[in-house]
Antibody, heavy 117, light 107 residues
Framework: QLQLLESGPGLVKPSETLSLTCTVSGGSISTSDYYWGWIRQPPGKGLEWIGS???????YYRSSLKSRVTISVDTSKNQFSLKLSSVTAADTALYYCARQNDCFDPWGQGTLVTVSS | EIVLTQSPATLSLSPGERATLSCRASESLSSYLGWYQQKPGQAPRLLIY???SRATGIPDRFSGSGSGTDFTLTISRLEPEDSAVYYC?????????FGQGTKVEIK
């Protein structure tokens, strides 16, 4: 079955760029049926959609993060990636990737990113 | 952006009881709403999409209803493993937003 796995540094310094990759297994990312999304969850808080990408590279982002977010796709590796620039402590969160149709399903296990010097 | 307000914040019930969770939207969603279950230390799991369609593998004790601005997730007979936080999420337009969650505790 389809599985997603996030990877990347768990600690990022303030003002630097957070970079995460989501590796998709058990299915192809190059499908016209789905987008692929990033969602985050600050510790003890709720869920916030960050942005999504189609396998062609078409993207759309949450407007409040748009100036700092870049999502890209590498179909040869069956991966998509998130970059979030100029991070602050407010960006500390569990970051999830997920397949997106109307809803998000399935999700990766999540990776905790802490912003701290 | 569309705001989703979930109530109650916490629900404490006994096994076998019925749980009724509410999600109210700041504007009409038609039926473009999903529900997720999140257990501690786990990623959210999709339960319901299209307001009332169960996702693959979801037990039939979970049901969703509603349209427009008012939606309900019902767990007909609570089991101990249903202890979790439940989130609603709309996909009527961008940005997709989530409710703040309802915590279901099993006594």
């Amino acid at each position: 079955q389809l599985q997603l796995l996030e990877s990347g540094p768990g600690l990022v310094k303030p003002s630097e760029t957070l970079s995460l990759t989501c590796t998709v297994s058990g299915g192809s990312i190059s499908t016209s049926d789905y987008y692929w999304g990033w969602i985050r969850q600050p510790p003890g808080k709720g869920l916030e959609w960050i942005g999504s990408i189609f396998y062609t590279g078409s993207t759309y982002y949450r407007s409040s993060l748009k100036s700092r977010v870049t999502i890209s796709v590498d179909t040869s590796k069956n991966q998509f990636s998130l970059k979030l620039s100029s991070v602050t402590a407010a960006d500390t969160a569990l970051y999830y990737c997920a397949r997106q149709n109307d809803c998000f399903d399935p999700w990766g296990q999540g990776t905790l990113v802490t912003v701290s010097s | 952006e569309i705001v989703l307000t979930q109530s109650p914040a916490t629900l404490s019930l006994s096994p076998g009881e019925r749980a009724t969770l509410s999600c109210r939207a700041s504007e009409s969603l038609s039926s473009y709403l999903g529900w997720y279950q999140q257990k501690p230390g786990q990623a959210p799991r999709l339960l319901i999409y299209g307001a009332s369609s169960r996702a693959t593998g979801i037990p039939d004790r979970f049901s969703g209803s509603g349209s427009g601005t008012d939606f309900t997730l019902t767990i007909s007979r609570l089991e101990p493993e249903d202890s979790a936080v439940y989130y609603c999420q709309h996909y009527a337009r961008s940005p997709r937003t989530f409710g703040q969650g309802t915590k279901v505790e099993i006594k």
